[in-house]
């Protein structure tokens, strides 16, 4: 369970049935102001103030439904269709209200620091559309960096079934931002992000069409619709940032942006038929959240998300551990060997063939020999766990096909000697981290999930890596729709009954839902260092994603790459990465995960193992974060104490160009002396020849001291600091 709550101030419900207008609620600092009103035609509209100052004008709340019911079946008679009913944005009053406060602290299962403050200011209104008979409740709550509000439809006599056909809920801007953003689209989240003006978002419009066609799942669905979370930077340097909290039985949303208003409004994710959400009172939404902030790095301090999810549901965690691991995996990425173990495409189908008698094509990476030389490397640098992909019969046709039963999750390849490994690994001190690609199709994977995951119990593994690579089946479901995100969280639930930690690639962009369900370690769900080998990722893709992807959940980025001219061993690929070791490096800080991978080679690390040095080093858990520098895109620098010793480390990158850092260490403990090693970039570096040069340098630190270095954009600098014995 999460930790004792100190400090409780519980809600104070007041029932206030005199005539209601205009309501407010500020924040616990008073900062930040929400007004709620009902506008003419009974339409209902928030609005927020920041330091005196508009930073939402007013925004409508509301929903358009296709079909309403107050009955338990859907015949005709059932089911009301006339244009009145089918409209939740008008003909609403306030007719009751309630207060409270909440002053909490709470310990995540793990997370940036072990303990988090909760405090803010509630209110929640009751709208009431007289004429129908039937109401919902808008609850906010409002922190001192930012708000949620969500709905919720109490169980009621007119109002039990309704689908619901679009949210028509506005974030009403004052200006036309920066923003920072990624296109809307239904199947994937995979982008690099642009920063432009709102209103230059529409200009990017071709170039994504373009991206989209190419890509094994994509469905863009306007020349102006984005992603949460969506940065946005005012011209008076107030950083907004838009995102949803606890997206539970609902679709993910996206924004769509009216320029002539500079108004998002939000766009849900359909599901096969068209429709966006299936709903039965007594049901909520998700939250939706507005952080709004005057420094960057309170976006990156900020718990808002986290605070506004659930409390964990699991009665006993004590299974649910940080993870260090190394892979099978780059060597595929980069095209050195393949996840498949034949060629022979014409006779595959899953339990029909009998991959004894099929030709290899001789580069099959999960063969035991291969698996056994990361176990020792891993085993030997004190890693958790070995990934093995590739390990199971169905990679032949894995993709393109729309194919149904690719995989079944418990049958290995010949070569892959499935009980021997694993009792090799446990003898020397490492376990198999199991991986689960399902082709998208999830109808398959919950068909085998019983058996892949007793499988996994009977051998010992206690961690999956599962993928949603390609078009969803069933046939027509999109990646993010309520049908999808139902799916994800099944797998989890089900995952935590066999004490299952889960890392979910392609699934749903997090939500915070790593609170309620601690298993959930990890989700790619966003651009991946896998792109490194695929046409490169931005120089500042690594400097924005702790302000849009990672505000939702950590993130596996699988970071860790040593050999950036990949040439040298790859099959086909030629790439050379735009990035420097001290940057790699950076990103174990940046880039907060329960669960990092040391992604490269056994023997690209070998040839440096005093940068190597670093990776064995950083913890995965963490007592508490300090945010030293910060601005979207540009630059990012963390320093974090572990949780399991006074050692901090501190990781800092360069996104849209080199940049001098200048951080003084007065998180230290005062009057003590540490030893700092400075992993940063040579004089001589750059981040085009696929090169390594970097420089080691140690120093002896206390909490006065200020250290200056130089980062190349896509690069950076990493620093251990221990305390002197
Ligand atoms: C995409 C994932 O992001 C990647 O890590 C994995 O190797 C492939 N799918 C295959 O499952
Ligand atoms: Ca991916």
């Known amino acids: ?334 095209g050195k060997g393949d996840w498949s173990y034949t060629n022979d495409l014409a006779s595959i189908k899953l339990g029909e063939t009998d991959y004894t008698k099929t030709k290899p094509h001789g580069h099959h990476s999960a063969n035991t020999e291969n698996v056994k030389r990361y176990i020792d490397f891993a085993a030997e640098h004190g890693f958790d766990q070995v990934l093995v992909e590739g390990w199971n019969e169905g990679w032949e046709d894995w993709i393109g096909n729309s194919k149904d039963y690719v995989f079944d999750f418990v049958t290995p390849y010949p070569d892959f000697d499935l009980e021997g490994l694993n009792k090799y690994a446990k003898e020397k001190g490492v376990k198999l981290m199991m991986h689960h690609e399902t082709s998208g199709s999830t109808r398959n994977y919950e068909r085998h999930l019983p058996a892949a995951y007793k499988l996994m119990n009977d051998l010992g593994y206690n961690s999956v890596k599962s993928g949603y690579v390609g078009n969803i089946i069933p046939r027509g479901e999109t990646h993010y729709s309520q049908w999808s995100n139902n799916h994800y969280l099944y797998a989890i639930t089900e995952a935590a009954k066999h004490h299952i930690m889960v890392n979910a690639h392609e699934a749903s962009r997090p939500t915070g839902l790593s609170r309620t369900y601690p298993n959930l370690i990890g989700n790619e769900s966003a651009r991946g260092t896998e792109y490194q080998a695929m046409g490169g990722n931005a120089k500042w893709h690594t400097s924005i994603l702790p302000f849009t992807r990672l505000q939702g959940g950590p993130m596996d980025y699988t970071p860790g790459i040593f050999e950036f001219d990949l040439s040298t061993f790859s099959r086909h690929n030629n790439s050379k990465i735009a990035s420097t070791i001290p940057g790699q490096l950076a990103l174990y800080v940046t880039m907060y995960s329960p669960l990092q991978m040391a992604a490269d080679l056994p023997e690209h690390y070998a040839r440096h193992m005093d940068a190597f040095q670093f990776i064995k080093d950083v913890p995965v858990e963490w007592e508490k974060s300090v945010y030293l520098e910060a601005e979207p895109m540009d630059y990012v620098t963390v320093a974090r104490k572990d949780k399991n010793s006074d050692e901090w480390y501190v990781g800092s990158t360069a996104g849209t160009a080199d940049r001098d850092s200048k951080i003084t260490l007065s998180f230290l403990d005062p009057g003590r002396k540490y030893t700092a090693t400075i992993y940063a970039e040579a004089p001589d570096a750059n981040t085009v020849d696929g090169q390594t040069r970097y420089k080691i340098t140690t120093k002896t630190v206390t909490n006065k001291s200020t250290l200056k270095l130089h980062a190349l954009a896509g690069g950076g600098y990493a620093i251990s600091i221990k305390p002197v014995k």
């Open 1 to 334: 369970m999460e930790g004792k709550m100190k400090n409780l101030l519980m809600l104070a419900a007041v029932g206030v049935p005199l005539a209601l207008g205009a309501e407010q609620v500020t924040s616990p600092d008073g900062a930040l102001v929400v007004d709620v009103d009902i506008a003419a035609g009974g339409i209902p509209t928030y609005k927020v103030d920041y330091k005196g100052k508009p930073v939402v004008l007013p925004s409508r709340l509301g929903f358009t439904l296709a079909s309403e019911s107050s009955r338990r079946d859907f015949s005709a008679d059932a089911v009301k269709t006339s244009a009145d009913a089918l409209q939740m944005t008008s003909g609403f009053a306030i007719t009751d209200i309630e207060r409270g406060a909440v002053d909490e602290t709470w310990a995540p299962v793990w997370g940036e620091e072990d303990s988090i403050r909760c405090n803010y200011n509630e209110m929640a209104l009751k709208l009431t559309q007289t004429d129908l008979d039937r109401y919902m409740i808008v609850r906010f709550r409002v922190f001192n960096d930012g708000l949620g509000f969500r709905y919720e439809f109490p169980a009621q006599p007119h109002m039990t079934y309704f689908v619901i056909k679009e949210e028509n809920t506005q974030f009403a801007m004052t200006g036309d931002h920066w923003a920072y953003w990624i296109p809307g689209d239904y199947d994937t989240q995979e982008y690099n992000y642009t920063k432009s003006r709102m209103s230059h978002i529409r200009d990017s419009w071709e170039q994504h069409k373009k991206e989209s066609s190419a890509n094994a799942s994509s469905t863009l669905f306007s020349p102006t619709g984005v992603q949460t979370a969506l940065q946005l930077k005012t011209d008076d340097s107030i950083y907004l940032n838009i995102h949803e909290a606890g997206v539970k039985d609902y679709p993910t949303m996206h924004l769509n942006l009216d320029e002539a208003t500079n108004t998002f409004t939000s766009h849900l994710t359909p599901d096969a038929t068209g429709m966006k959400g299936y709903m039965q009172t007594p049901e909520e939404t998700p939250w939706r959240t507005i952080m709004v902030v005057d420094d960057a790095r309170d976006i990156l301090a900020s718990r808002l998300i986290l605070n506004l999810n659930e409390p964990t549901a699991y009665e006993d965690t004590s299974w649910i551990k940080p993870v260090k691991y190394m892979g099978v995996w780059w060597e595929m990425i980069a």
